[in-house]
Nanobody, 120 residues
Framework: QVQLVESGGGLVQVGGSLRLSCAAS????????MGWFRQAPGKEREVVAA????????HYADSVKGRFTISRDDAKNTVYLQMNSLKPEDTAVYFC?????????????WGQGTQVTVSS
């Protein structure tokens, strides 16, 4: 079992930046693919970004390419999502996910989520 805890959400103005962090428990973090998803009110949860073990292979939703960057620090059991040039449509609850079942959209473990609100 892996527990995931997100942090770093908050309120930011259009064009601003936030960095989300996801701390994972357990010794097997480095072998897991990790992902960030988001869910806006009235919408389905969607994958934002994902990263494979080793960090060399990543996936991004078209809507965030060039603005968001996913990274991982296996020594710290942590995955990050750097979000730049934020837009109002990025407002959502962001979830960390671990251990991919089907790359890059289906994962086994989930965090509780952190709210990101982009105000105009």
């Amino acid at each position: 079992q892996v527990q995931l805890v997100e942090s770093g959400g908050g309120l930011v103005q259009v064009g601003g930046s936030l960095r989300l962090s996801c701390a994972a428990s357990g010794r097997t973090f480095s072998i897991y693919a990790m992902g960030w998803f988001r869910q806006a009110p009235g919408k389905e949860r969607e994958v934002v970004a994902a990263i494979k073990p080793g960090g060399d292979i990543t996936h991004y939703a078209d809507s965030v390419k060039g603005r968001f960057t996913i990274s991982r620090d296996d020594a710290k059991n942590t995955v990050y999502l750097q979000m730049n040039s934020l837009k109002p449509e990025d407002t959502a609850v962001y979830f960390c996910a671990g251990r991919v079942l089907r790359w890059p959209t289906l994962f086994d473990y989930w965090g509780q989520g952190t709210q990101v609100t982009v105000s105009s």
